[in-house]
Every structure is written in structure tokens, then in C-alpha cells.
């Protein structure tokens, strides 16, 4: 922790730090809500990125009609910061789980990815030991190959069976594109993307066919929000990233602003190597080096548990003790490893919000 660091500069924090700009953030927020503001999908964003309920509810009060979520346990926490309409994307699975879902179903408008008969048939039967009718999605393999029946007669079988289990209610389907949403070439992220969509839909036209109604069709990502948020079926956008940013969406195009920064420290300085206090345990490397954006002209090339490594591209000397600033590459798995934000503006630190489903897995 940096004590009580309000109003310090964020060069003075204590590093390593995990900076958000406030502007930046509230920029993103306010520009995505107006997006789908003016159009007949909702948005609905991914808490797996930024796991704070401070910023959830800045998305809800922008205009998002729920949140989405990846783990129950994020869902515990968001429902406990007064959330109430959540979807989480994902299966829940095992009975300990499941009794912590319809626990949660009592108290809040949860709703649950299925795709696996059995494992309806545990939902129903926990959902009505408990007096509660759990809501679910049918998940959709639309080309991902991850979770999800394949759209056509597997997934309107399911689709039976769950709408005869009396304790659940089919509320719709859900499919995540997440095959497309880094694919570099827009146009062909476009044509993939409608691809996927053109499945999902496909479920949602057999299904009111054979008299199932469904009233939402869920999917999407930052990559691919503008195309499937415009697909005529989509009811809701699960975008996450976009509110934060990293730099793996920066890479592909993606033009929301950069809130997300760490802050770190140079610790040793041998020629044209510069060592930061910054390594794996601050900054994750599977989509590629965070990138330094303070100084210009260096360049991060490795990352040990506690070191990263800074060559020297044109910019300034360095010396132990300077600051520098990076854009990290992956924002979800980066922020997972932070207790807190160090929230920014004018780059003097204004609040400190709890990352409060940091580390929630299970
Ligand atoms: C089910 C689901 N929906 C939506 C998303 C989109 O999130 P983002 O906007 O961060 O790419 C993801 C990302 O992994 C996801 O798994």
C-alpha cells in the first residue's frame, strides 16, 4: 500500500503502482454508453477486466443495463457492491458452486451460461431447493471452440430440455466471438465476426420456430462491438477492455484512450540497459511487452519475476531512481495481480479503489 497517497504526483508513488487516468477512463466509459445509446443493443461490459465495482457502476450509470462476469465469485462481489443484474458468462458447474449460485439468485438477477443437459438438470434441481427460478442463457459455440452446443439441433434440444426444468427460466442465448476480436485486418475481423453472429442468430430464428421465445442474444467484445453491436438479432454487448484499455487492443486499432498505465521505478542502470522493479508479478507478457510510454525511447524486452529489463532506443538517460511508465499488454490478467488502482488526474492521484474481485477464480 502508499499510505495515503491523495494528491501525490504519481512519479512519487510508491512503485510498483497501477495507475488509472480518471479522464481517460471516464472518456471510454461515457463514449461506449453513448455508442449503443443510439442503437437497439444494449451493452452489458465485462467485469473480468477491471474486477471494481466502482467502475461497474460508473458503466450502469452511463446507460449499461447489467453486468457480465466470469466467475461466480466476481459475481458475489459486484452483487455485494449493490449490482444487481448480472450475467455470468461462463459455466457453473459442481455443487458447491451451484449452491453459491441459487444463494446468489435469491438476492439478485443472476443469470447462467449452460450447455450441457446434466448440467441443467443440477441447476433446476438446487434453483428449486432453494424457492428460486434460475435464469440462464444457452452458450452457443459460435466458432470459438471453447464452452457451448453447436447452433442447429443440438442446441434446440437443449433448449427443451431446459425450458421443461422447473426450476430455471430460458431467457435467451449467448455466444462469444472470441475467435475474431484480435484478428489485426478489420475487414476481416468483420467478415468472421458476422460469420459467428449469422450462427447465433440462425439459434434464435429455430428456436422461436419450434415456439421457445428468446429474449436475448448476448456476444461481443471490444474487438468486434461495432460489428456484432450493429448485427440486426444482438440484443446485448458484452465489451470489457475498452473501459481500460491495454495494449494488445491498442495493437489491432482499437482507439479507446490508454487509462490503464503502471508505474515503476528504475532500480540499476548499466550503459544502455535500464532494470525497472516492474516483472512478472506486476505486468503479464502473453499478449507481448507492455509498452513505455514514459520516457519515449525505451523499450521493455523481458520480464523475470521482479525485473524488467528497459533498452535504451533514442530516448533519454536513465537513472536508479526515475520513473517510468508502461501500457500494459494484457489489462485483465495485469489488473488481477493489483489490489488497488491509483486513480489519476492530471497525473496527481485523486482516489484509490479497491480491485475487489482481484483474484476472484473460483
Ligand atoms: C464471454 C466473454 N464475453 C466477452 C468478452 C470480451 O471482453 P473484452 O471486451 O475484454 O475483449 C470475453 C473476453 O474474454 C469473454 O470471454
Redesign the pocket.
Known amino acids: 500500500m502508499n499510505g495515503y497517497p491523495i494528491g501525490l504526483h504519481k512519479w512519487d508513488l510508491d512503485t510498483p503502482a497501477l495507475c488509472l487516468d480518471a479522464p481517460a477512463l471516464e472518456q471510454n466509459i461515457s463514449r461506449m454508453a453513448k455508442y449503443f445509446a443510439e442503437r437497439p443493443a444494449s451493452l452489458r461490459?465485462?467485469s473480468?477486466?477491471h474486477k471494481c465495482p466502482t467502475i461497474a457502476w460508473m458503466q450502469l450509470r452511463a446507460g449499461a443495463i447489467g453486468i457480465?462476469c466470469?466467475k461466480l465469485a466476481e459475481a458475489e462481489v459486484m452483487a455485494q457492491a449493490g449490482i444487481r443484474d448480472i450475467l455470468i458468462?461462463?459455466q457453473i458447474v459442481g455443487i458447491r458452486k451451484i449452491s453459491r449460485l441459487v444463494n446468489l439468485a435469491a438476492y439478485s438477477e443472476v443469470m447462467v451460461?449452460v450447455d450441457d443437459p446434466a448440467n441443467a438438470e443440477d441447476l433446476s434441481a438446487a434453483a428449486q431447493a432453494k424457492g428460486v427460478r434460475l435464469r440462464v442463457l444457452l452458450e452457443i459455440d459460435v466458432g470459438m471452440g471453447?464452452c457451448g452446443v453447436a447452433p442447429g439441433e443440438e442446441a434446440l434440444a437443449l433448449a427443451r430440455r431446459v425450458s421443461e426444468l422447473p426450476g430455471l427460466c430460458l431467457e435467451g442465448i449467448?455466444g462469444?466471438e472470441?475467435h475474431a476480436?484480435m484478428i489485426p485486418d478489420f475487414e476481416e475481423r468483420r467478415r468472421v465476426t458476422e460469420e459467428a453472429m449469422a450462427k447465433l442468430v440462425s439459434v434464435r430464428d429455430l428456436l422461436e420456430e419450434k415456439g421457445i421465445e428468446v429474449k436475448i442474444v448476448s456476444?461481443?467484445?471490444?474487438?468486434t462491438?461495432t460489428i456484432t453491436g450493429n448485427y440486426p438479432g444482438v440484443t446485448e454487448v458484452?465489451?470489457?477492455?475498452?473501459a481500460t484499455m491495454d495494449g494488445q487492443?491498442r495493437r489491432v486499432g482499437i482507439d479507446f484512450a490508454p487509462a490503464l498505465t503502471v508505474v515503476a521505478r528504475v532500480i540499476s542502470v548499466r550503459g544502455d540497459r535500464a532494470i525497472i522493479d516492474a516483472g512478472l508479478k506486476t505486468l503479464t507478457p502473453e499478449f507481448g511487452m507492455a509498452e513505455v510510454v514514459h520516457p519515449e525511447g525505451w523499450e521493455l524486452t523481458r520480464l523475470s519475476e521482479e525485473h524488467g529489463f528497459l533498452r535504451r532506443k533514442g530516448g533519454p538517460e536513465l537513472h536508479s531512481g526515475d520513473p517510468v511508465e508502461l501500457i500494459p499488454s494484457h489489462?485483465?490478467t495485469t489488473i488481477n495481480l493489483h489490489d488497488e488502482y491509483y486513480v489519476v488526474r492530471d497525473d496527481v492521484v485523486e482516489a484509490v479503489w479497491p480491485i475487489a474481485a482481484r483474484g476472484c477464480i473460483r
Open positions: 461490459p465485462h473480468k477486466t457480465t466470469a458468462a461462463n451460461a471453447r449467448m462469444y472470441g476480436v456476444g461481443g467484445g471490444t474487438g462491438y458484452q465489451a470489457g477492455s475498452y487492443y489489462g485483465c
